[in-house]
């Protein structure tokens, strides 16, 4: 938190913006289209990654010819918060002097083991972490102080929250990134989210519409399938959703995923009209902007043209196309998109309803202004309770990470005086453990065999750090505590389904996030400085194992 105030003056802020009491310039929005070219129309439409990590030839050629809407930055585009505000702020130089629009600049900024930028905000632990930690008042105070952090950087869109319910413990791309796996916590924590974060003036996307909970395939390599009738989808994945678009949420992301049981067909739910159209848009009521996962993800990109999957996608009803590079695929898919304008395929009125959408969510949220019959950029205002919020990070973030700490097994094993020793190849853990005021003793992972040959593991409890390992070590290592009489518990601080799952362990302490912030309240714990939660709300597999 000392980093942001030093860096960036609260005058750079934006002023703190109520979602539900906003005014609309949808008047203003329809009047600016009047005056843009199709090409300038296209352009609103796609977010593409951009190179570098400070202005040059090739980010510069980008935002001129093909005058995006937005940007999506990634972490090789971040290095400081002073240079990534500094770029930033060239980039909107651009976008002005290109197509006279500033630009949506997005990042997956989730928390835990998603997130792009490391200097300027507070790391947050995550979904799951908040989840079990079970405070959805935390949850909002975490996402209106990142929200106003982003903000300070020139980050104007978090795509975020994941409401995703994670029912199925072998997904492999969802896990700690949801809230759970229960439809109800995932939606008051969602809600609680978008609330926080967008009454920072950071706008929110609630994702992976319409749920990428139930499948243990990852969409960024196949083409997932989730075989369930809407029935069950209106009573899990869609339910959080519902309180999503409830809450206001303006934007939402697709998934790139296959409902047979619903559509009859094979193809994903980004170019589908039943779900982007017919559920989302009719059914469920959302009038904001739908955005579509990244294009470039082996579900969509293997299957069909990048070009054709873009206008059907438009179709469907997405309104920007999200696409993770910048390289040779902006090109085909803004040529297809123009080409099927041309060819009355893509009516220009369907082009008109997403730009509008675009441009009244940019004029809503300060990023930009309309006077004197053209568009502007926002200047930023100072927001007079900023200092309040950002003073509180850092105890939104210990009581959110030090509340997420479960412990499943022998309870007393948990309990003073035991002496617990920890094993552990993360040496970031190690010396958290020897700072501490009552340290933990913590040795490396590969120590641990050689102390039980030695007798020096005799009357103590230990803990091995267990993320990473597969079954097969976690079995042997849990053998040999057992054949020699020590008390094991395992330690998880990243996906917790590994180790829930794994049959080797009865003794385990989970984290659900391997922040700095959650391994201190690990170390904090294993020193008895407080206990950990002994129930949770998320079914974690282990029940499944026995």
Not at 103 to 117: P, T, Y
Not at 386 to 405: C, F, M, Q
Not at 492 to 514: C, D, K, Q, Y
Request: net charge neutral.
């Amino acid at each position: 938190m000392r980093l942001v105030f030093r860096l960036f003056p609260l005058f750079c802020i934006m002023a703190l913006i109520t979602g539900g009491c906003m005014k609309r310039y949808d008047d203003e929005a329809a009047e600016a289209i009047g005056s843009m070219t199709i090409e300038q129309k296209i352009g609103q439409m796609i977010m593409p990654a951009v190179p570098g990590q400070e202005i040059n030839d090739e980010a510069a050629e980008l935002v001129k010819r093909y005058m995006p809407g937005g940007l999506i930055l990634f972490g090789y585009n971040i290095d400081t918060g002073r240079k990534l505000k500094g770029f930033i702020e060239a980039l909107q130089g651009e976008s002005m002097a290109a197509s006279g629009v500033p630009l949506f600049v997005s990042v997956d900024q989730e928390g835990g083991r998603v997130r792009r930028i490391i200097d300027g905000v507070t790391q947050f632990p995550g979904n799951l972490a908040a989840g079990i930690a079970g405070d959805s008042d935390l949850v909002s105070d975490w996402a209106r102080i990142l929200g106003i952090q982003l903000r300070m950087l020139g980050v104007n869109m978090n795509l975020a929250p994941v409401v995703d319910v994670n029912n199925n413990p072998d997904n492999p791309v969802i896990n700690s990134r949801s809230f759970g796996s229960d439809p109800r916590v995932v939606a008051d924590m969602g809600a609680a989210y978008i609330r926080g974060l967008q009454k920072s003036g950071c706008i929110a996307v609630a994702k992976h519409f319409p749920g990428h909970g139930d499948t243990n395939r990852d969409s960024h390599v196949t083409l997932p399938v989730i075989n369930y009738p809407m029935d069950r989808l209106r009573r899990v994945e869609l339910y959080p959703f519902h309180r999503a678009i409830n809450e206001k949420v303006e934007c939402v992301m697709t998934a790139h995923i296959s409902y047979p049981a619903v559509l009859g067909s094979g193809e994903p739910a980004t170019i589908s009209p039943r779900f982007l159209t017919g559920i989302l848009r009719d059914e469920i009521g959302f009038r904001g902007v739908v955005i579509t996962d990244d294009m470039e993800m082996n579900a969509m990109s293997q299957s069909m043209d990048m070009g054709e999957a873009a206008v059907r996608s438009v179709l469907a009803g997405t309104d920007i196309v999200l696409i993770s590079t910048y390289g040779g695929n902006v090109p085909a898919i803004v040529n297809s998109l123009l080409a099927a304008v041309k060819s009355g395929r893509l009516p220009v009125e369907r082009i008109d309803a997403s730009v509008k959408r675009i441009l009244e969510l940019k004029f809503r949220y300060r990023i930009a202004d309309y006077r004197e019959g053209r568009v502007h950029r926002s200047p930023q205002f100072a927001a007079d309770d900023a200092p309040g919020w950002l003073a509180r990070a850092d105890e939104v973030n210990e009581k959110i990470s030090g509340g997420a700490v479960h412990f499943h097994g022998d309870r007393s094993l948990m309990a003073a005086p035991a002496r617990i020793v920890l094993y552990t190849d993360n040496a970031a853990l190690r010396e958290i453990c020897a700072s501490m005021t009552r340290p933990v003793q913590a040795k490396p992972l590969e120590t641990f065999r050689a102390d039980i040959a030695s007798g020096a593991c005799a009357g103590i409890v230990a803990c091995v750090h267990a993320d990473g390992l597969d079954a097969k070590a976690m079995g042997e290592l849990a053998a040999l505590a057992s054949g020699n009489g020590v008390a094991l518990i395992a330690l998880s601080t990243g996906n917790p389904f590994p180790v829930a799952r794994s049959s080797a362990f009865g003794n385990m302490l989970f984290t659900f996030s391997n922040t700095e912030t959650s391994l201190r309240r690990a170390a904090a714990c294993l020193a008895g400085d407080f206990a950990p939660k002994f129930t949770i709300n998320c079914d974690l597999g282990i029940a499944a194992r026995r």
